[in-house]
C-alpha cells in the first residue's frame, strides 16, 4: 500500500492518507518549500492514526541514511501517547495534548531528525478523572507491567492495592494489553537511548505520583478558630 501511493499523481489511487504525505514530500523535494501538514476533526475521528500513518509514509518516502534512526523516529508516537492519551468516554484512545512534530530533511529528501512539540497537556487529568474515564495509559501500563516483571516491591506498589489508588480508576485487574504495551515501551526507550538508571527514574517519579495521590488530610482546628491547620490522616504513602 505505501508503495502503490509513492511519487503518484492524486488521481492514479483513491484518496488516501498516503497520498497526503506524498504530496507533501514531492512539493518539499522538487518545489524547495517547507510543507505543513494540519489534522483535526472531532474526538475519535481518527486524528491520532492519521498522524501514525503519516509519519510512517514520510519516513519511508525519506529513506534515512541508517535504519536505526527511522525506528528511532517511529517510537516517538508510541511513546508519546503512552504518557498524554487516557480513555474518555467517548475515546479509548484520546489525545490529551496538542503535538507539533517536525522532521528535518536534506536538499536530497533524506529525513534527518525529528523533534517533537506538546502544547496544552491535560495535566489536570492525573489527580481527577471524570466518570468513565481513565488516567493516562502509561500508569496502567506500567503498574501491570512492572508487575508482569515481579518489580512492583521496588517502587513500593502492590498488586493488590491496585485499585485503591486515588488516582488510578477503573484498575481492578491485570490487563495482558498493558503488559504488552510496557514491553513496547521498554524497548522504545531503549531504541531512544535512555539508560535502564532514567528508566528507572522515570518509574519512580510515576510511582511516586500514585503515592501522592494516596494521602488524605483533615483539618485540625485551633482553639479559637483564627489558625486552623491540617495534618496527614495515614502516614503509609509518605513513608513510600
Known amino acids: 500500500e505505501q508503495k502503490r501511493y509513492k ?3 492524486r488521481s492514479d489511487n483513491p484518496p488516501h ?3 497526503v504525505a506524498d504530496a507533501a514530500y514531492q512539493a518539499l523535494l522538487h518545489q524547495r518549500q517547507n510543507q505543513a501538514i494540519v489534522i483535526s476533526g472531532e474526538s475519535g475521528a481518527g486524528k491520532t492514526e ?3 500513518l503519516l509519519l510512517k509514509q514520510l519516513v519511508y518516502l525519506s529513506k534515512a541514511p541508517n535504519r536505526n534512526l527511522e525506528e528511532r523516529i517511529l517510537q516517538i508516537n508510541p511513546i508519546m501517547e503512552a504518557f498524554g492519551n487516557a480513555t474518555t ?5 484520546s489525545s490529551r495534548f496538542g503535538k507539533y512534530l517536525d522532521l528535518t530533511m536534506t536538499k536530497g529528501g533524506k529525513v534527518t531528525g525529528a523533534r517533537i512539540y506538546v502544547y496544552l ?3 489536570s487529568r492525573v489527580v481527577a478523572q471524570a466518570e468513565g474515564e481513565r488516567n493516562f495509559h502509561i500508569f496502567y501500563y506500567m503498574y501491570d507491567g ?6 512492583l516491591s521496588e517502587f513500593h506498589l502492590d498488586l493488590n492495592l491496585r485499585k485503591n489508588h486515588r488516582f488510578l480508576t477503573d484498575h481492578c485487574q ?3 494489553t498493558h503488559i504488552d504495551k510496557f ?11 535512555f539508560q535502564d538508571g532514567e528508566v528507572d527514574t522515570v518509574y519512580r517519579i510515576l510511582a511516586a505520583i500514585l503515592h501522592l495521590g494516596d494521602i488524605e488530610f483533615s483539618e485540625v482546628a485551633s482553639e479559637d478558630n483564627t489558625d486552623n491547620k491540617s495534618h496527614v490522616i495515614q502516614v503509609e504513602p509518605l513513608r513510600k
Open 7 to 9: 511519487g503518484q499523481a
Open 17 to 19: 492518507i498516503f497520498a
Open 50 to 52: 492519521s498522524a501514525n
Open 89 to 93: 468516554g467517548i475515546n479509548a484512545n
Open 121 to 123: 497537556l491535560e495535566q
Open 146 to 151: 512492572l508487575e508482569a516483571d515481579g518489580r
Open 174 to 176: 491485570t490487563s495482558q
Open 183 to 193: 514491553q513496547q515501551l521498554k524497548a522504545g526507550f531503549k531504541l531512544l537511548g
